[in-house]
């Protein structure tokens, strides 16, 4: 089993940022890749940006493209998600999960999930 808590929501001003962590149990890197996934009220959880298994490739949600970055610790276990250049519609919950798979971008393709972490951005 692996145990992941995310943490670093808040509530921002467009155009501002935030720094997201994801801590893992144990020895997470290089079996698992480790993805960040968001939802909103009323809408589908969707994809945001995943770190692959070896840690040294990135890829994200065109929506994200330019203003996330998605990045990995490998000694603490912990991955990130820098956030910039919010925007409103950036708002949502907030997910990291770890997966199995090669190059996952579906929520289906993660067997472990994080309880969330609230990320508010005002107009």
């Known amino acids: 089993q692996v145990q992941l808590v995310e943490s670093g929501g808040g509530l921002v001003q467009a155009g501002g940022s935030l720094r997201l962590s994801c801590a893992a149990s144990?020895?997470?890197?290089?079996?698992?890749?480790m993805g960040w996934f968001r939802q909103a009220p009323g809408k589908e959880r969707e994809f945001v940006a995943v770190v692959n298994r070896s840690g040294d490739s990135t890829y994200y949600a065109e929506s994200v493209k330019g203003r996330f970055t998605a990045s990995g610790d490998n000694a603490k276990n912990t991955v990130y998600l820098q956030m910039n250049s919010l925007k409103p519609e950036d708002t949502a919950v907030y997910y990291c999960?770890?997966?199995?798979?090669?190059?996952?971008?579906?929520?289906?393709?993660?067997?472990?999930w994080g309880q969330g972490t609230q990320v508010t951005v005002s107009s």
């Open positions: 999960a770890a997966s199995s798979s090669l190059g996952p971008i579906t929520p289906g393709a993660y067997e472990y």
């Open positions: 144990g020895r997470t890197f290089s079996r698992y890749a």
